[in-house]
């Protein structure tokens, strides 16, 4: 879902006299509600959703429109490393120690 996400924000070009952020976060809003009718939302995708649009809220309204799109991009690969990847990572360390030879 994350990576559907920052191919709406790659493709997204604003309109002409709309505000990237306030145009975006509608397109964003508009794919979050085909998600949901598609199926339930998880609690994991409900917070890349919030993580999002907060990265969406903060963005520069006057910030060049590739600018600004790489940033919402280079964030939202940050989220997914930090809360997926290493959070992946994390469990399997743990793991490990509760395994031991001949179980």
């Not at 191919?7 to 309109?15: G, L």
Request: net charge neutral.
């Amino acid at each position: 879902m994350v990576h559907s996400l920052c191919q709406v924000i790659a493709d997204y070009h604003t309109p002409v006299g709309k505000s990237l952020p306030r145009d975006l976060l509608s397109t964003i809003n508009a794919s979050v509600d085909f998600l949901v009718r598609c199926r339930p939302l998880s609690v994991s995708m409900g917070n890349a959703i919030k993580a999002l649009k907060l990265y969406i809220s903060k963005i520069d309204p006057a910030a060049p429109e590739e600018a600004a799109k790489s940033l919402l991009l280079g964030q939202m690969q940050e989220w997914l490393n930090e809360k997926v990847a290493v959070a992946d990572k994390v469990l399997v360390e743990h793991a490990v120690t509760k395994v031991y030879d001949g179980d």
